[in-house]
């Protein structure tokens, strides 16, 4: 087992790995920047590397200052984490490089499944089914054809895209030639790739998704499913374990179908493979090769640490875990807090934090490296908390959830806790009947009277309450004071 493990990465999910790193006897040391260099996890951590710099492309994602500090320091491996470099086969091949494991999936996996032209044909080859699509670069007029023989709406995507970015909806052939040129210009801006395919919409669609570990070429386990239907702009604001939408007979077709592909692969650590689901069907859609933003919930009905599974295979240490001993109880939901304003087009909230309480209690996990006085900067991921609530069965789930929410008290900025709370509180989501595009229609109902209190409200939430301050009481809910609560 290594003995000291770099964290390369910032904020919760660095956090997150420091924490079992420390639990298992091993020395944490996590990267930071000028802006992380007193930060939570700075703080936790054994050891620091300082990257000298403010902006992500100086810091989280120059991956000479990272190797050079890694070496340094002397570290047996190094953990990515989610975003900045977890799916950068360039990155993980210069780890390896300087004798250094690198805890994900191999660099020649994270180059196949990060190309989605690629992937989806890893998927054909092991008979998954995939959304009818194109498979391979064409000229504007193959694109045409193909997109007329697979019929509108669709949806244009970047080959080397992800995390819900590099993604265009056509409605008719009119739009497809300049939805195309605009697609390739900002897939060439943001992936230096200008690769592009294209996929049949499919209408009122589920987004689930299974997660897998590989422990060796043929070994490969699941740890149930996903259900990430809810998303705002194809990035995930509520997820939830198991899924519930789907029988379970379905569940299993699909944890087959995932472990058949990245078999394909010989995949190994872990990693999520995703699936489109209608009424009918299921069609995959692509593989993150790396741990998930979501995975608590998995944590939380399976009993698993999905990160120590991770360090344990990527050290090669022997893994007595089977199938069968993988069993899923309760449901387990997350709901991931933005500093964003979501009564203002969700725009940014940077500033101070003034105050933050986290809720504690059974069942009630929170995953969050901010505290009182940190500045909440534009140039990071604006995620700020994870909340994750667990119960026996969903309807508890869903009002634990609720009741975390009212106590999670936050002051000096905006946040998307009125947004949420009010979501788990619509029909929709209690009975099931969302999709991935359910937001879009969502936006455009709420009434002016709804609009009103929550801005009245967020002014009291970004000064802070009075009434919180003399009360010291356990909830902290401006917004039912305000008249937001719509129960």
């Not at 200052?65 to 977890?86: C, E, R, S, T």
């Not at 472990?259 to 990693?271: Q, R, T």
């Not at 593989?287 to 944590?299: L, W």
């Amino acid at each position: 087992m290594y003995s000291s493990v770099l964290v390369a990465n910032r904020g919760e999910i660095a956090l997150r790995v420091i924490s079992t790193l420390q639990d298992h006897g091993i020395e944490a040391v996590v990267t930071a920047s000028d802006l992380d260099i007193n930060s939570l996890p700075a703080r936790r951590a054994d050891k620091v590397l300082h990257l000298k710099g403010v902006t992500a492309q100086d810091t989280y994602l120059n991956i000479e200052k990272i190797i050079n500090g890694a070496k340094d320091i002397g570290v047996n491996a190094l953990h990515p984490g989610y975003g900045f470099l977890a799916e950068n086969p360039i990155f993980a091949k210069e780890v390896i490089k300087n004798q250094i494991d690198f805890i994900g999936p191999t660099p020649d996996q994270m180059l196949t499944f990060g190309d989605k032209i690629q992937a989806r044909k890893v998927a054909i080859n092991s008979d998954t089914p995939i959304v009818p699509g194109s498979d391979e670069k064409l000229d504007d007029d193959e694109f045409a054809a193909i997109a007329k023989e697979i019929g509108f709406p669709l949806l244009i995507k970047a080959s080397a895209g992800g995390g819900g970015r590099g993604i265009r909806f056509v409605q008719n052939i009119k739009q497809l030639k300049t939805e195309l040129a605009m697609a390739k210009s900002e897939a060439k801006l943001a992936f230096n790739d200008d690769r592009v395919y294209l996929e049949k919409f499919i209408a009122n669609g589920r987004h689930i998704e299974v997660q897998i570990l590989g422990i060796d070429s043929d070994k490969i386990l699941h740890f149930g499913e996903r259900d990430c239907s809810m998303q705002r702009k194809n990035q995930k604001i509520i997820e939830e374990s198991p899924a519930p939408s789907i029988s379970r007979k379905r569940a299993k077709k699909m944890h087959d179908d995932a472990i058949n592909l990245v078999k394909e692969m010989k995949y190994l650590n872990a990693g999520t493979v995703e699936f489109l689901v209608d009424k009918t069907d299921h069609y995959f859609l692509e593989v993150n090769a790396r741990i998930q933003v979501e995975h608590p919930v998995t944590e939380f009905v399976t009993g698993e640490d999905l990160i120590w599974r991770q360090i344990q295979v990527a050290s090669g240490e022997p893994l007595d875990l089977n199938q069968k001993d993988i069993k899923t109880r309760g449901h387990s939901i997350e709901a991931r807090v933005y500093a964003e304003n979501p009564y203002e087009n969700f725009s940014p909230s940077t500033g101070k934090i003034n105050r933050i309480r986290h809720p504690v209690g059974p069942g009630i996990r929170i995953d969050s490296a901010v505290e009182d006085g940190d500045v909440i900067s534009p140039y990071y991921d604006p995620m700020i908390s994870k909340l994750i609530v667990y119960s026996p069965n969903r309807k508890a789930a869903i009002r634990k959830l609720i009741s975390t929410l009212d106590n999670y008290l936050i002051t000096g900025i905006h946040t998307t806790v009125p947004y949420i709370r009010n979501l788990l509180l619509e029909k929709e989501f209690t009975n099931l009947e969302y999709h991935t595009r359910y937001l879009d229609e969502y936006e455009q109902k709420i009434p002016e009277q709804v609009l009103k209190f929550a801005r009245v409200a967020a002014i009291s939430i970004l000064k802070g309450s009075k009434n919180i301050a003399k009360q010291n009481q356990p909830t902290f809910s401006n917004w039912r004071r305000s008249g937001f609560d719509s129960r």
